[in-house]
């Protein structure tokens, strides 16, 4: 087992230095399944429109958990009761939200594996871990589900105002330039409360609120569903598709030996077991790029003018 170095610190573009908080978590940040996040694009193809679109998931996680503690210190603050076990499950459950993505994120969601979303898929990576870590998940997998009794802790994780939406509107508007879309983070998690067992905002923080609703219709116009980049996704998921079409009908496709294995097995939610988990976390933006580079010279008229129009 890894020795945490509690000195270990990222620098983050947006929120300056990010700490590790304990033994665990850096144990996970260290762990291969949660590494090759540096290798999945955060926004897919949108790059191809907006240059600076270059993060990773592994970016977005890191600050999915600094805003996570922030939240907690303003709780507890607040007289709101969160034990250390509690906390810990907050953080792993934010770190490992988005484990489950597979190359190019949300473009390639249910083409790599056919009718599987990427949160059941991180579901299957934190049991996976979990069992690694000796049941030390157990808190962030109940809260991930949404099965803890404190309904307030699975509602940071995942709700219409969760930290995962705070991090990546702040952090796509960085990245893409698109200065609508940047909100303040901070001032939302400051307005934080807990009433009844569920998560509130504090009347004053009313505004701060509009302007992250607007803030998020405006990346959705001008971003997320941006024309360009939809339609690179559509050549992304139809070159994939026809590479599927000529393996099914015998022809021999240069791609790495972990892609051939997805795009020639149909794989379910079922078929999920130890060793599709670990070939799933080898696969990245890397593999479906070099098999397009390759495919671009195929005799394919089809696959080789879909993977050229890519590049």
């Keep these: 087992m890894i020795i945490s170095n509690k000195l270990k610190i990222f620098n983050d573009p947006i929120y300056g230095f990010i700490g590790i908080p304990s033994t665990l978590i850096f144990n996970i940040i260290a762990h291969p399944y949660f590494q090759r996040l540096r290798r999945i694009s955060q926004t897919g193809l949108t790059y191809l429109v907006y240059p600076g679109a270059q993060h990773t998931r592994f970016q977005h996680a890191l600050g999915c958990m600094h805003l996570m503690e922030q939240a907690v210190q303003i709780l507890r603050f607040k007289g709101v009761k969160i034990t250390d076990v509690e906390e810990e499950g907050l953080l792993c459950a934010i770190l490992l939200h988005d484990i489950g993505h597979g190359p190019f994120s949300h473009a390639m969601e249910h083409t790599i594996v056919e009718g599987v979303d990427h949160e059941a898929i991180s579901l299957v990576f934190m049991q996976q871990l979990n069992k690694e870590f000796k049941g030390k998940l157990d808190t962030a997998i109940a809260i991930f589900k949404k099965e803890h009794p404190k309904k307030f802790l699975n509602d940071l994780v995942s709700s219409q105002l969760d930290m995962d939406r705070l991090d990546y509107l702040k952090r796509d508007s960085f990245y893409t330039g698109v200065a609508e879309g940047n909100i303040n983070a901070e001032r939302l998690i400051t307005m934080l409360n807990v009433v009844g067992g569920d998560l509130v905002i504090e009347e004053k923080g009313i505004y701060s609120v509009e302007k992250f609703l607007m803030a998020r219709r405006f990346m959705y116009w001008q971003v997320y569903l941006h024309k360009t980049g939809l339609v690179a996704e559509q050549l992304l998921i139809k070159t ?37 988990i670990k070939k799933f976390s080898e696969l990245d933006d890397v593999d479906i790029m070099a098999a397009i580079k390759e495919w671009q010279h195929n005799n394919d008229f089809v696959l080789s003018t879909l993977s050229r129009m890519i590049l």
Excluded: W
């Excluded at 590479?243 to 009908?249: G, Q, S, W």
């Excluded at 051939?260 to 078929?271: A, C, P, T, V, Y």
């Design 240 to 276: 994939l598709n026809r590479a599927k079409e000529l393996i099914h009908k015998g022809e021999n496709l240069p791609c790495s030996s972990i892609l051939s294995f997805f795009i020639k097995n149909k794989i379910e939610l079922k078929d999920f077991n130890a060793d599709v």
